[in-house]
């Protein structure tokens, strides 16, 4: 059987239609990872993959990445019963990139759809590469050569505006890293690297270095460049961590929403 390919929007994510088993055999990983790098957000709607076929299907797509405690399915939820750690997915509510931490971030994340929350918890997406590609070429010349100071506890502060000392301790040890403003892919595409984690644009004056960073996040995730996902149980959503940003919006944490995400290796550094 062959994939049934649909564009959700000009800029971002398509829906692709196809049973189980075509995607499981592999046949059109090609195919699918080259919409991915494409189109930034593909829609399986309610494929219903158990935990086994989405671990599975992700690795048709190429190299599987575990969780740090080598888990292969990681619990989406703000629940803390469920995630000792959903505190610190309170960031996710705000635009950003995973793994600004790392030289080489993650290649994509895939999440299903277990339990919906009433009302909330849409993910949003939106595509930095075409951000970029559409700047006018006075913005692309300014942002050029600038670089950027990543925090994970620049984060912190979106969601806990007084963290305690030992808060920010913690999230102070997760690290930093200084990263290209505009990303040359080995492609030669060009993306913008920006979001919640961004801190400060190096050697700028702190002021202008918000403003910039504002301003090209607010350029970046104006509705032509945007992609919102409304779940409906057993979806499956992979997203181009290398070529968007993502956000949940907001949802009752006791809603009991869950999604679960597996991950696909990173196969290209910052650059
Ligand atoms: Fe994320």
Same mark, same amino acid.
């Given at each position: 059987m062959s994939l049934t390919i649909k564009n959700l929007t000009p800029r971002i994510a398509t829906e692709i239609q196809a049973d189980k088993g075509t995607l499981l055999g592999g046949a059109h990983a090609a195919q699918i990872r080259e919409q991915l790098e494409q189109r930034g957000v593909l829609v399986f709607p309610k494929i219903h993959f158990t935990d086994d076929e989405q671990i599975a299907f992700t690795q048709t797509l190429g190299t599987f990445a575990p969780e740090m405690?080598?888990?292969?399915?990681?619990k989406v939820t703000l629940d803390t019963k469920v995630n000792q750690l959903a505190d610190y997915l309170k960031g996710s509510l705000y635009w950003h990139i995973d793994g600004t931490m790392n030289a080489v971030p993650i290649l994509a994340s895939l999440l299903s759809s277990r339990v919906l929350a009433p009302s909330g918890g849409d993910t949003d997406f939106c595509n930095t590469y075409a951000a970029y590609d559409d700047l006018p070429d006075e +913005?692309?010349?300014?942002?050029?050569? &600038?670089?950027v100071m990543h925090s994970a506890w620049n984060t912190l502060f979106y969601y806990e505006p007084e963290p305690s000392i030992d808060t920010l301790r913690g999230m102070m040890a997760i690290g930093d890293r200084e990263l290209p403003l505009v990303w040359t892919h080995r492609s030669g595409r060009k993306s913008l690297v920006i979001g919640a984690t961004a801190r400060h644009v190096v050697d700028m +004056?702190?002021?202008?270095?918000?403003? &910039?960073l504002v301003r090209l996040r607010d350029w970046a995730t104006q509705p032509q460049f945007v992609y919102r996902h409304k779940w409906s149980v057993g979806d499956l959503v992979i997203?181009?961590?290398?070529?968007?940003?993502h956000?949940?919006?907001?949802?009752d944490p006791n809603s009991g929403r869950l999604l679960h995400r597996t991950k696909l290796e990173g196969e290209e550094a910052f650059a």
């Open positions: 405690r080598g888990e292969k399915i990681y +913005d692309k010349r300014q942002i050029e050569k &600038l670089r +004056d702190f002021k202008k270095s918000v403003e &910039l997203w181009d961590n290398t070529g968007t940003m956000r949940a919006t907001p949802y």
